[in-house]
């Protein structure tokens, strides 16, 4: 690089070097504070914050008289197939999200004892479920004999296979459309006897989901390489990006599927009545 010959010029090259490299050491100087002040590095490019900022879209409102027909229905959510594996995310499991929600008040979570939303559980009911209290064999070496000690448990996210999910289905005159709506969520557990051997799955809670869209909004479902453009849990609930087969749809003796068939028969019935909607919304449109 040749040296300008007016003494102004190298002045303001030698100011304009200066600068810089001061501002090269400020910058520096201040990453370096950021992470001896405690505060982790930016595991990224910049700052994500699009995501937890974001708000639902507020569900449109429906007129009873625009009501033609409707159905409640109850699914089930096997987290084990392969399009339901954002569930089963080893860094954050759709379980943790709603556990840790509950945990903190964020979110409420109802008994099970019906699926109506109508018995709110308390603070201490909802630790009874998360951490399970164990009794273990431990060996006492003061007393030289083995004592019982009991300890407790935080929720494994491995035991969470399925989940059960309620919604309504209803055809609306307004805008001739059939749609559906999630109403609760319901994380399955398994329970195993003391042999290891499997006994029953049931309810762990219940979550209203139209009161919990705002906060799985703010949380991003892990995908397979789609960085720029995330969905949250929202998004891909209410787009129906996962898999599921019907367990039981609204009759008058309250029955399940599985309480009147079997094997392939209860594969078959499920399928059938996913048919019926189906066609059941074709044969508006036949002339």
């Not at 909607?277 to 508006?284: A, G, K, S, T």
Request: proline residues 6%.
């Amino acid at each position: 690089m040749s040296i300008p010959k007016d003494p102004r010029q190298l002045m303001i090259n030698l100011m304009y070097i200066v600068l810089t490299v001061c501002n090269l050491l400020a910058l520096c100087q201040a990453g370096f504070a950021q992470t001896e002040s405690g505060n982790p590095a930016l595991n990224d490019i910049t700052e994500r914050k699009l995501q937890r900022q974001e708000h639902p879209l507020p569900y449109a409102p429906v007129r009873e008289a625009d009501l033609l027909w409707e159905q409640q229905v109850w699914r089930i959510i096997d987290t084990r197939e392969k399009i339901n594996l954002p569930f089963r995310y080893p860094k954050q499991p759709f379980i943790t999200v709603l556990a840790e929600a509950v945990e903190s008040g964020r979110l409420q979570a109802f008994s099970t004892e019906d699926d109506e939303f109508s018995l709110p559980l308390s603070q201490q009911e909802l630790q009874r479920m998360i951490y399970r209290t164990d009794t273990v064999p431990v060996w006492d070496f003061d007393t030289d004999e083995e004592v019982y000690q009991i300890v407790q448990n935080t929720l494994n996210p491995e035991d969470i296979k399925r989940y059960r999910i309620k919604e309504h289905w209803y055809f609306d005159t307004r805008t001739s459309t059939l749609k559906v709506r999630i109403l609760g969520i319901a994380p399955l557990i398994e329970e195993y006897d003391d042999n290891g051997n499997f006994k029953y799955e049931r309810p762990l809670f219940w979550i209203h989901y139209p009161s919990a869209r705002e906060l799985l909004a703010r949380t991003t479902v892990p995908t397979n390489g789609r960085v720029h453009h995330p969905m949250s849990w929202t998004d891909w609930l209410d787009m129906r990006q996962f898999s599921s087969h019907i367990t039981k749809v609204a009759n008058v003796h309250d029955a399940r599927l599985q309480d009147t068939y079997s094997g392939a028969e209860l594969l078959q019935q499920a399928q059938m009545l996913e048919a019926e909607r189906f066609n059941w919304e074709h044969d508006l449109w036949s002339y």
